[in-house]
């Protein structure tokens, strides 16, 4: 059974607690980083849990952390949902390649957190995310099925890839433009899984509000490039610790949007690179779906049914 685990801040103390009824039980061991939690935590939450709320502490009494500390690897996939694929102006048969980028860990913020638009970024967007937590270390090739994700995958968590496009796309700086601290609002909670808890993931609701007014609602079940398959790519590149975060790409439905004519498109292949940009830029000026400080963000993933409840998190944006 699926358990929410939050990381908090109560009276200058910092701990983990079960989430329930409205309330968190705090774990008596001491869990300095999520790795850390992942690791040595996860069979005390499951204990707590199953003992019961009986000395909860309401949850607006504490201050909710990042539930992935900002030590951990950060790393996420691209133009992974069929909707944000047409909407990129991208033929979905023609997509070969999943798509991989690093977010630097300083960008992790907590759920809740105001997010700092920089003075020079006009073009501010939003990308609301599966975001999924190692559970078990990976320092090799591995075979990832649906049938034992659970054992690579621990835990569940609601992520915004917040981006500044003027940034990323005339500059090719995914990297730069998706990595300005406070960036990577992730929360409220990690949502514990075992393997009987899988056959839920792709019934996950994504949807994300602007002031009140809907922008992304899709299910997971339209990603592109599943976790299974691309947990088996991965770990044939890179080495992963417990701990560390996996944001599978965003749903149609972000502020950015690709031409639609294709007289524009033919258009622009004609037109120098920096030229291309520069119309680029203040075409999208004034497109008001970006993101404009004062605007209120909440993003929220979880099945219809409560079988899986990561949360909802609220950000406000700041000029910096």
Same mark, same amino acid.
């Given at each position: ?17 079960? !989430? ?28 707590? %849990? ?15 952390? +990042? $539930?992935?500390?900002?030590? @951990? ?23 070969? *390649? ?11 913020? $907590? ?32 075979? !990832? ?21 003027? !940034?990323?796309?005339? @500059? ?6 998706? +990595? ?35 922008? @992304? ?8 490039? @599943? ?13 992963? +610790? ?8 965003? $749903?149609?439905?972000? %502020?950015?949007?690709? $031409? ?5 498109? *033919? ?16 075409? +999208? ?36």
């Amino acid at each position: 059974m699926a358990i929410n685990v939050a990381h908090y801040e109560l009276n200058g103390n910092i701990g983990w607690g079960v !989430v329930a009824d409205g309330g968190l039980t705090p774990l008596v061991g001491s869990y300095e980083t999520t790795g850390d939690f992942m690791r040595d935590g996860r069979g005390e939450a499951r204990t707590v %849990a199953a003992a019961g709320t009986e000395n909860n502490i309401p949850l607006d009494h504490v201050t909710l952390l +990042s $539930p992935v500390t900002q030590n @951990q690897q950060y790393v996420c996939q691209g133009t992974n949902y069929v909707s944000h694929l047409v909407e990129s102006g991208i033929d979905p048969e023609q997509q070969t *390649f999943n798509m991989i980028f690093r977010k630097a860990s300083s960008c992790i913020a $907590p759920p809740n957190t105001d997010v700092v638009r920089p003075a020079h970024v006009s073009l501010l967007d939003y990308e609301l995310e599966l975001g999924l937590v190692f559970g078990k270390k990976i320092d090799g090739p591995v075979k !990832v099925t649906w049938e034992n994700l659970a054992d690579y995958v621990g835990a569940l968590v609601v992520n915004n890839d917040i981006s500044a496009r003027d !940034v990323q796309l005339p @500059q090719w700086q995914f990297y730069k433009g998706k +990595s300005y601290r406070t960036f990577g609002p992730t929360g409220p909670w990690l949502t514990l899984i075992d393997q009987d808890d899988v056959k839920h993931i792709a019934k996950l609701r994504l949807q994300l509000f602007v002031n009140n007014k809907g922008r @992304q609602d899709a299910l997971a079940d339209d990603l592109f490039f @599943q976790p299974p398959e691309t947990l088996t790519e991965l770990s044939g590149v890179q080495d992963f +610790s417990e701990g560390d975060l996996l944001a599978t790409g965003t $749903p149609g439905g972000v %502020a950015m949007q690709a $031409p639609k004519s294709k007289l524009l498109m *033919f258009i622009s292949k004609l037109i120098p690179e920096a030229k291309k940009w520069e119309i680029f830029i203040k075409r +999208s000026q004034s497109n008001p779906s970006f993101l404009q400080p004062g605007d209120v963000i909440q993003s929220r993933i979880a099945t219809e049914d409560g079988a899986l409840d990561l949360g909802t998190q609220t950000n406000k944006i700041v000029q910096g």
